[in-house]
């Protein structure tokens, strides 16, 4: 059974298109992120949810919208691609707020490569 | 200057050696460290996590940190090829009550264990 699951795992696109990517956890767990990778992997978070509620938000452009429509589920809308938002995306999902540390559990990624 | 400095390597190694990773970090409010592997094409998952200062031992794997340096090392005993993998350090500075659970990466030494 997979613990984070995300769809599609590789997105290819024009620039100026807008896309999405779905993330699923079956963990039972109450707060989901997502992290974008770059080249270099070096691994930035973007966007995180608990129980639906938007705690943290990165100095991201306006064009990436996270939608989480219940606690298993958070989506990642992005308008207008340009070339350098070609990455891996990866979404995470922990149980738990307000606690000193909880692990996290890491999808596959979506690697998206915009031309 | 980045929050947590870690050297990219390539890192290559003979089978049966011992490994060291290190991680350096400027913030020190950090107070949970973290060791995280990813396979190629994989998303990270946790090796080993550690609270303050000291050691941490799980099989082949050691985790130290030394707050008053600023510095955290993995040690892997015994390596094997199937260590080889991007292994990426991350902190936290855990915040009651606030965004928690933010995890700032390193960016990644890639390790290979050639047999």
């Known amino acids: 059974d997979t613990a984070v699951s995300q769809t599609p795992k590789y997105l290819v696109t024009q620039m100026g298109n807008d896309k999405s990517i779905k993330c699923e956890q079956n963990l039972g767990h109450d707060t989901m992120y997502w992290y974008k990778q770059d080249s270099k992997k070096f691994l930035k978070i973007m966007f995180s949810y608990n129980n639906k509620e938007l705690i943290i938000n990165e100095t991201v452009p306006n064009r990436f919208s996270p939608k989480s429509p219940d606690k298993a589920h958070l989506n990642l809308h992005i308008n207008s691609l340009e070339l350098g938002d070609s990455a891996v995306y990866f979404c995470?999902?922990?149980?738990?707020?307000?606690?000193?540390?909880?692990?996290?559990?890491f999808g596959p990624g979506t690697r998206l490569t915009v031309l | 200057q980045k929050e947590v400095e870690q050297d990219p390597g390539p890192l290559s190694v003979p089978e049966g050696a011992i490994v060291s990773l290190n991680c350096t970090y400027s913030n020190s409010a950090f107070q949970y460290f973290m060791w995280y592997r990813q396979y190629s094409r994989k998303g990270p998952e946790l090796l080993m996590y550690t609270y303050s200062s000291g050691n941490k031992e799980d099989g082949r794997f050691t985790a130290q940190v030394d707050k008053s340096s600023k510095y955290i090392s993995l040690f892997i005993r015994d390596s094997q090829p199937s260590d080889s993998a991007t292994y990426l350090c991350?902190?936290?500075?855990?915040?009651?009550?606030?965004?928690?659970?933010?995890?700032?990466f390193g960016t990644g030494t890639l390790l290979a264990v050639q047999p």
């Open positions: 991350a902190m936290t500075n855990p915040n009651y009550g606030g965004a928690t659970n933010k995890l700032i």
């Open positions: 995470a999902s922990s149980q738990g707020r307000g606690r000193a540390y909880n692990e996290q559990f």
